[in-house]
């Protein structure tokens, strides 16, 4: 009696550590990357979903859902939310819906009348439709809407997770996410309500099964070499034994049913799951008992450039600059004394990108703090043409050409000076923009300089970035010194802190400057937004340096031997001076390294003392490539440094990103200037010319960090560890 009694008791025991394993194992919420979301023309929000591998169907799963296979799927733009009522009612001028609400998702939509709305949105906002209605053959490679196919539906059902739901394997949780049968009381509910999936998508489980574009096979993932599937009754239908193609399948080429996906609240928790199959006959909805549980969301292809960019996240197309990304043997994996910046303030660890967003977000807060808060940026600078440009014909070639010599090959290109706003109170500075000859629009590079005019080509030898990045079809915007740094005391600030406030240093303020420079070349019908680069040199490169770390809209920088990390055994590398972050209101520092005589003052001291480097600001940079032009001050040592930011980018998916040059010198060579050049080209213009159409991009694949990343990863995620420098 005593050995049952306790036997029962054991298994007892077992039966709730299964519950309890059932019910909290194995579910912990996937770590999420940051995606990038648009809103249409016509007011849909829609999230960008990275290109990546991923295992399609489930080995354990109904004979349908067998084998499981690597599937490939290149970047495409889905709705963040089930189709609407009040959405497809404004474009369709009917709503068929049962379970009548505006925000509620459309249903009793037939495949057909899905498609039928693909088309009219597209034509909508002026797009090519995706779909031949008497066909019914889907152009994949046309720039409107469409369904998603069954491979893109699961892809982002699952958003870089490998388990049952997107948050776990167990289904104690779905109430969280989805509105199914043991919550939805028998009806449909608005979207939106439950929590997204980790690329920010609503209710892929649940609230209504969603229509794919592909035909139903049953049959469909094995491979020809296997015999069919013997059982499975429940559907018909599609071409049998057909190979699920490895890349972007579009599923069998003929069939009776069309897949949905994605259960509704009507299912059961099985039917939940990311990778259950279902089908019906493409009319079924436009009988007179449609089915209520019916809907579907859009997908858009991206142009054929940003396809190009995910398919070569990490390919050089220019091998020249192939060896400008790998640092000397002795130098690889070398992290030095720098304090990692995979690693937050309180020493917690970065495992994941998404822990990256809210790093990246603490340092970008510290050093503002540390330096002094921004004001406003000027969404739309002015820019005032201070000498008319002479028009076309006017036989005055020469003379449009200023002071440029040696046009290349006869192409032209016009001068103007102009005078930018860049700061409250309608501070502005002067500058040369240069724009070429010929249709726009085209990548840009904003200088900075001591002066405009060296930039521009009229003053010292290997300085003129704007003269020569324009004779290669680049427009440039060469600007010098504000006035309020000068290099001369007294310090004039930018703008007046308030009361208790840091005063804003130097080089933020000239950051702030070159900000509103790149939003007022933005502002330009003949400038790509997107493709929107910055270079200086010495003094110039640490202001280009500040700039493009702290404002995310730069799509990639060079910076010419600015001395990239704090070195007070160099006089060069001189960040204590007023002038870059030793400001002080009330104090006035002598020039020179610092001393017990001469001692740190303003920001400089502060981060100095705190351990703070310029490595921090370095990892911003990150997916956004950057060229370190290195020369006395930044010899190959440096890479100690860079293989911190390096590290970032491997967490994120990206290599190629960290770049540096070494010659003897701090002068610019025209050796070191052709890699610059390169650089550029390579990053903001090559893929422009070799895909011409209206939604440009440049190549590197930057879309907006702060709110979003463009990223590709992988389905096998690295392990911080692995990351991490093994010192401090």
């Known amino acids: 009696m005593l050995k049952n009694e306790s036997l029962r008791r054991t298994l007892l025991s077992l039966t709730l550590l299964a519950v309890l394993i059932e019910g909290c194992g194995n579910d912990d919420e996937p770590a999420s990357h940051i995606p990038k979301q648009i809103t249409t023309k016509t007011g849909i929000e829609m999230v960008l979903i990275p290109g990546g591998e991923f295992t399609m169907g489930d080995n354990g799963g109904e004979d349908d859902e067998k084998p499981a296979h690597k599937v490939k799927i290149s970047a495409f733009y889905m709705d963040k939310y089930e189709v609407t009522q009040k959405a497809y009612e404004r474009m369709m001028g009917r709503n068929p819906a049962k379970f009548k609400g505006p925000d509620k998702p459309v249903e009793r939509v037939s495949w057909f009348g899905a498609i039928q709305y693909c088309n009219m949105r597209s034509l909508r906002e002026d797009l090519t439709p995706c779909y031949d209605l008497e066909t019914l053959e889907c152009n994949y490679e046309a720039d409107g809407y469409r369904l998603p196919t069954e491979a893109e539906w699961e892809y982002a059902c699952r958003a870089g997770t490998g388990t049952r739901y997107c948050f776990g394997n167990a289904p104690g949780k779905l109430g969280r996410y989805a509105w199914f049968k043991e919550n939805a009381g028998k009806t449909s509910h608005p979207v939106g309500q439950k929590k997204p999936n980790p690329w920010s998508l609503y209710d892929m489980h649940g609230n209504v099964w969603e229509w794919c574009n592909d035909y139903y096979s049953e049959n469909y993932y094995l491979p020809p070499r296997l015999p069919p599937l013997l059982s499975s009754t429940r559907r018909r239908g599609g071409a049998a034994g057909q190979k699920s193609v490895r890349e972007n399948p579009h599923g069998p080429s003929t069939g009776e049913e069309r897949v949905l996906r994605g259960g509704s609240w009507a299912s059961g928790a099985e039917s939940l799951r990311c990778w259950r199959r279902y089908s019906e006959t493409p009319g079924f909805a436009d009988v007179c008992f449609g089915y209520e549980a019916y809907g579907f969301r859009c997908v858009r292809s991206p142009s054929p450039l940003l396809r190009f960019r995910e398919a070569n996240r990490g390919a050089l197309r220019e091998p020249k600059i192939a060896p400008f990304f790998k640092p000397p043997l002795e130098f690889v994996n070398d992290f030095g004394n720098y304090r990692s910046p995979l690693k937050f303030y309180d020493g917690t660890t970065v495992k994941t990108p998404a822990d990256w967003q809210k790093r990246r977000k603490e340092i970008l807060k510290t050093w503002h703090n540390i330096m002094g808060p921004w004001p406003p940026l000027i969404e739309k600078p002015r820019i005032e043409y201070l000498v008319p440009p002479l028009p076309q014909g006017s036989g005055l070639a020469e003379e449009r050409r200023g002071n440029f010599t040696q046009p290349l090959q006869g192409a032209g290109f016009t001068q103007h000076r102009v005078s930018i706003e860049i700061a409250p109170n309608q501070q502005t500075v002067n500058g040369y923009l240069l724009v070429p000859d010929g249709k726009g629009p085209l990548p840009a590079v904003l200088v900075v300089y001591y002066d405009a005019e060296t930039g521009a080509g009229l003053g010292k030898e290997f300085r003129d970035f704007g003269l020569q990045l324009t004779k290669r079809g680049f427009i440039t915007l060469s ?39 790149y939003n007022a070349l933005a502002g330009l019908s003949e400038v790509d937004p997107k493709c929107i680069g910055i270079v200086g040199h010495s003094y110039g490169g640490k202001w280009a340096m500040f700039a493009s770390c702290l404002y995310e809209k730069f799509a990639c920088a060079v910076w010419s031997d600015p001395g990239i990390v704090f070195d007070e055994t160099r006089a060069n590398v001189n960040y204590w001076e007023p002038w870059y972050l030793g400001y002080e209101s009330n104090k006035q520092r002598q020039r020179g390294i610092p001393s017990k005589a001469n001692p740190r003052t303003g920001t400089y ?87 011409s159409i209206p939604d440009s991009r440049c190549s590197s694949g930057i879309e907006h960090l702060a709110s979003s990343i463009e990223r590709v990863p992988t389905m096998e995620i690295l392990s911080a560890s692995s990351l991490l420098p093994q010192n401090r």
């Open 479 to 517: 600007i010098g010194t504000p006035e309020f740094c000068s290099l001369r005391p007294p310090y004039k600030p930018l703008y007046q802190s308030g009361e208790g406030q840091t005063p804003l240093q130097p080089l933020s303020a000239l950051a702030y400057v070159a900000a509103n420079c």
């Open 605 to 691: 001291k502060k981060l100095f003392l705190e351990g703070h480097d310029l490595h921090e600001l370095h990892a911003l940079m990150a997916p956004r490539p950057f060229l370190v032009s290195g020369g006395s001050e930044d010899p190959p040592e440096q890479w100690k440094a860079l293989n911190h930011t390096i590290a970032v980018n491997k967490l994120l998916g990206y290599t190629n990103r960290v770049a540096m040059t070494n010659r003897k010198g701090h002068s610019p060579t025209r050796e070191s200037n052709e890699q610059i050049y390169l650089f550029f080209e390579h990053f903001l213009k090559s893929a422009q010319f070799r895909f």
